[in-house]
């Protein structure tokens, strides 16, 4: 019956948002993380003759990411910043590099501001920052990385990308993107503070129950038309 087949395919889809939506509310308290979204097509099966008759599948059209800014959170930690605005920092991870709104750094043994994960921040030049062991570093809102003597030892790289949907998640709150981005040369960032997660804990949960309710009734339904089948089989052979 074609109707399983339909079903069936509703099943899978919804499956697949829960998966997205179970991990938006896994990262509810992530710092930068980025809120992510399914969308879905139909798709004819064109197998089936006559045409007038072709049953739609629904199958994701694409994975979104809700870009939109996260609220603050003051920590007064010195080597905390968020964006106010657009933009990323961008992290040396490997051979490549990572962008991400997770302002949370370090400075490592070796003297370089680093990631909570160990990688390299990026200064506008797209190199790391060395900073002399020992130094009391300073971040002006301005991205300038300087002592308390003013010596300045780099300014923290900010870029922006003009088409965001290149842009693919890696990691909980990094991305990656084939294009190219523009770096920002003005810009100001929030001392002392974090951008949190954009997932708003209760849309997300209520969202979450929804899509759960409409597996289990699209399982249900493909239950029922399986049972009709077996019937109606059982039946024909009755009538034989």
Known sequence: MSEIYTMTSRMLNQS?????????????NTTGY???????????????????????????ASKNTDFSNGDYKITNNNLDLAIQGEGF??????EGTVYTKNGHFLINTTGQLVSANGEKVL????????IP??????????????????ATFGKIGLFKFDDKSTLVQAGSSSF???????????????KGSLEMSNVNAIQES?????????????????????????KAIKDLYKVQ
């Open 133 to 150: 062991l020992g130094s009391k570093v300073n971040i002006t809102a301005q991205g300038d990385v300087k002592d308390d003597n003013g």
């Open 89 to 94: 920092f961008a992290l040396q991870r490997g």
């Open 16 to 28: 697949k948002m829960l998966d997205v939506v179970s991990h938006n509310m896994a990262n509810v």
């Open 206 to 230: 209520t969202k979450l129950t929804e899509v759960s309710r409409a597996y289990q009734s699209a399982a249900k339904l493909i239950k029922t038309f399986e049972d009709l089948e077996a």
């Open 34 to 60: 980025k809120r992510q979204d399914l969308s879905f097509k139909s798709v004819l099966d064109a197998s089936q003759q006559p045409a007038e008759h072709q049953q739609s599948f629904s199958t994701v």
């Open 176 to 190: 990656v993107s084939p294009n190219t981005p523009t770096q920002i040369n003005e810009y100001l960032l929030i």
């Open 123 to 130: 200064g506008e030049d797209k190199q790391p920052i060395d």
